[in-house]
């Protein structure tokens, strides 16, 4: 039988392991929290992905079961588990692409904010690591509080000499995802043809759909505004409040994970015209970080796009995100820098 203290999903015997080291087209991705709500069906959402040959599984706990479980999909990827801080090394040496949905998650009454004490850490310790093992990896972070854990890690990565602002994006594709739904519910549309930019950050008001830029154009009443605007920015507290404290969303997240990650591997193997949504370092408005649409490219982001022509609602919402970017921003940096 298979000997999982090895961590090695699949059989210690040669034959399956020569395709791994044969280099076999694809990249190789890390997914750090891999055993937790989100990370267990994103991993097996990347190892269904065909742009994946490697799928290193990292987390502090339950690694050997879920690496065992996912590594018996007969799909391409060579699924390897990694357990504990001691293993962090050799799960991140070597990877295209870290995906961090580590840490804790709200419970009603929460807000994102609150998670900070404990995530900012683990975010800062799991980026050290990238730094010093895969500094050229790109980096997709999912950790709450996101307005916060990317500063913190854009600080990490400057103390180690290593920081590509090209290479870190915080994940805002869920409130892409959701928007689509949303309007989509609606305005009687199939979501899959809908697109909703979503900018500013990820907590409460600082998510701004911009509903003006919907495609293909809708002509919204001001009341479906409000509610739309409404529901997007607090989609998260609205899986919360449903899950009635045994978590937030964990599928949905999966699924825009997996999205995201797949368009900076289709932009790593040199498609083009890759554009999504992420929060990044920007220069869109006077903050230093800012959700909007970006460009992907062989080396990560290529081009940060403004945020185009917002109508008055839009521009009364993008004050108020800024105020409240603007703290978390500072929040996250000087927990690094103090
Ligand atoms: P979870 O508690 O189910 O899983 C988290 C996992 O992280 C656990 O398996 C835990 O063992 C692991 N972990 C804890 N400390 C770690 C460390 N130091 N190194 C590696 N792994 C560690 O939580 P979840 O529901 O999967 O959510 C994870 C995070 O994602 C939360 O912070 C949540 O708020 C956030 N989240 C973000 C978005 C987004 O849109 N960006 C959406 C949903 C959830
Ligand atoms: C979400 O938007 O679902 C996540 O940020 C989790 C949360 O706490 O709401």
Do not use: W
Not at 194 to 200: A, H, K, L, S, T
Not at 256 to 278: T, Y
């Amino acid at each position: 039988p298979p000997n999982y203290s090895q961590m090695e999903g699949g059989s210690s015997l040669g034959r399956a392991n020569c395709r791994a080291k044969g280099g076999s087209a694809g990249f190789k991705v890390a997914i750090l929290g891999a055993a937790g709500g989100i990370g267990q069906p994103l991993a097996m959402l990347m190892k269904m992905n065909p742009l994946v040959s490697v799928l290193h599984l990292y987390d502090v706990v339950n690694t050997p079961g879920v690496t065992a479980d996912i590594s018996h999909m007969d799909t391409g990827a060579v699924v390897r588990g990694f357990l504990g801080q001691q293993q962090l090394e050799d799960a991140l040496t070597g990877m295209d692409l870290v995906i961090i949905p580590a840490g804790v998650p709200r419970k009603p009454g929460m807000t994102r904010d609150d998670l900070f004490n404990i995530n900012a850490g683990i975010v800062k310790t799991l980026c050290e690591g990238i730094a010093k093992c895969c500094p050229k990896a790109i980096v997709n972070l999912i950790s709450n509080p996101v307005n916060s854990t990317v500063p913190i890690a854009a600080e990490v990565f400057k103390k180690a000499g290593t920081y590509d602002p090209r290479r870190l994006l915080g994940v805002t594709m869920l409130d892409v995802v959701r928007a689509n739904t949303f309007v989509a519910e609606v305005m009687g549309l199939d979501p899959r043809e809908v697109d909703v930019p979503v900018v500013g950050g990820h907590a409460g008001v600082t998510i701004l759909p911009l509903l003006s830029q919907v495609k293909p154009p809708c002509s919204f009443t001001q009341k479906e505004i409000d509610y739309l605007t409404d529901r997007i920015q607090n989609g998260g507290t609205e899986v919360v409040e449903a899950k009635a404290g045994a978590g937030s969303a964990t599928l949905s997240m999966a699924y825009a994970a997996v999205k995201f990650a797949d368009a900076c591997l289709r932009a790593l193997r040199g498609d083009s015209g890759v554009v999504e949504c992420a929060f990044v370092d920007s220069h869109v408005t006077e903050l230093p970080f800012f959700a909007s649409k970006v460009r992907l490219g062989r080396y990560g982001i290529e081009e940060v796009y403004p945020l185009g022509p917002l109508n008055e609602y839009e521009r009364v919402g993008l004050e108020k995100a800024k105020k409240e970017l603007d703290q978390s921003i500072q929040k996250g940096v000087s927990f690094v820098r103090k």
